[in-house]
């Protein structure tokens, strides 16, 4: 168990709406975001004195600083490897107020991924970069493995050779995360439920990965903010305590095309949950509920494994019965997912695990004490554990 465990808290969170189209700036939704989650907190933005973003955000944090009229800043810090960021920022926060640092840190993401630029598409820039991630890129991209669907294809390919799943296995996913985001009024899927039989149906779009196995490109931004847990105590909403903040990367580890390993798994996730299970002295069996990181759907199964729900190859079996619907063993992204509600570098997914540990959330998972939180796989990456609002345990 580590010391760092429930210093810090989750004392607000914020969002815009999510859309295939803002109409509005970046920088204008991650204001609009931030200051939905300064409202929920309860406090003002010159309380802010600490910004944490990713490093493909548009917005720089001085510029939101200013457009708040935050005044003074004595920390700011940005996260790599897209999605892999998204639970480090809250990490970074947590770190500065639990040491002083600052006060009170707001970690944002906000893009029009979607009517801007389309993360989906091929980027023929990412493998003419001049430094190192340029020449990673320039190993497969020339070959076609250009889109983050192709590349995550390889993976699951390889999933379904070595333990004999198959493409229904993860549609139970799509299956799930749909589900949820059908009660889920925010969700681009509110009111539209799938089944297996439309999954298998859906069109190929890199084999194996159906149209249903990947989620949607989405305009939006959401914001979080950090403090103490001390001081959390004394604001609108109490605080959703931090009980473990880990970041993880793995032996010959790449961005999406780590493919020259003896295994194709995501070893990565394996570093940051043994880490989140070191520092707050729980284990998968004492999670209630888990936000995983689902931008496809192989992945979901995979993270399964390697936090230690089940053993390798073991997530097929593990999902067959209902186990991470409502109602389950184990009910999984809740608001729907970035399969259902949106894909916000899953920055979404850590606010509905604020939800779910306030007792708030739609889909609420009765009595819920701890839920897991992962950030994007295939990549260097993040997680979190949470505990219940008011609580540090």
């Known amino acids: 168990m580590s010391g760092f465990r429930g210093a810090a808290s989750i004392a607000g969170i914020g969002a815009t709406e999510f859309s295939k189209e803002s109409g509005r700036s970046e920088l204008q939704l991650s204001c609009e975001a931030t200051l939905a989650a300064l409202a929920d907190a309860g406090l003002e933005p010159g309380d802010v004195d600490g910004l944490v973003t990713f490093t493909m955000d548009n917005s720089a944090e001085i510029a939101l600083a200013r457009e708040l009229g935050m005044g003074e800043l004595r920390f700011f810090s940005r996260i790599s490897y897209g999605g892999g960021a998204a ?80 493409s229904r296995d993860f549609g139970l996913v ?108 729980l284990g998968p069996g004492d999670m209630d509920t888990a936000v995983l990181y689902d931008h496809f759907t192989p992945y979901v199964l995979m993270q399964l494994e390697e936090l230690g729900f089940c053993g390798r190859g073991e997530a097929p079996g593990f999902i067959a019965d209902g186990a991470i619907e409502l109602g389950g063993r184990l009910p999984l992204n809740t608001h729907g997912g970035q399969l259902g509600e949106a894909y916000i570098h899953g920055m979404n997914g850590i606010a509905e695990a604020v939800r779910q540990m306030r007792g708030t959330s739609v889909n609420q998972v009765d009595g819920a004490q701890h839920v897991v939180v992962t950030a994007g796989t295939g990549v260097p990456t993040s997680g979190l554990v949470l505990g219940a609002a008011g609580s540090d345990n």
């Open 87 to 166: 639970c480090a920022t809250v990490q970074q926060a947590a770190m500065a107020v639990a040491t002083g640092v600052a006060d009170t840190v707001v970690a944002y993401r906000g893009f029009n991924e979607r009517s801007g630029q389309r993360f989906g598409q091929v980027q023929t820039w990412a493998a003419a970069q001049v430094n190192t991630n340029g020449l990673d890129n320039s190993f497969s991209y020339p070959h076609g493995l250009s889109t983050p669907a192709a590349t995550v294809a390889m993976q699951a390919r390889r999933y379904l050779h070595e333990y004999a799943a198959t």
């Open 174 to 281: 799509a299956v799930a995360d749909r589900k949820h985001a059908s009660t889920n009024p925010a969700a681009f899927f509110h009111g539209r439920p799938i089944t297996i039989e439309d999954h298998q149906a859906s069109r190929m779009i890199a084999d194996p990965l159906r149209l249903l196995d990947c989620c949607q490109e989405s305009d939006g931004a959401v914001a979080l903010v950090v403090t103490t847990t001390e001081r959390a105590r004394d604001l609108a909403q109490g605080g959703v305590p931090v009980l473990a903040a880990a970041q993880g990367s793995a032996d010959e580890q790449y961005v999406m095309t780590s493919y020259y390993r003896g295994d194709l798994g995501i070893p990565e996730m394996g570093v940051v949950g043994r880490e989140l299970w070191r520092q707050s002295g």
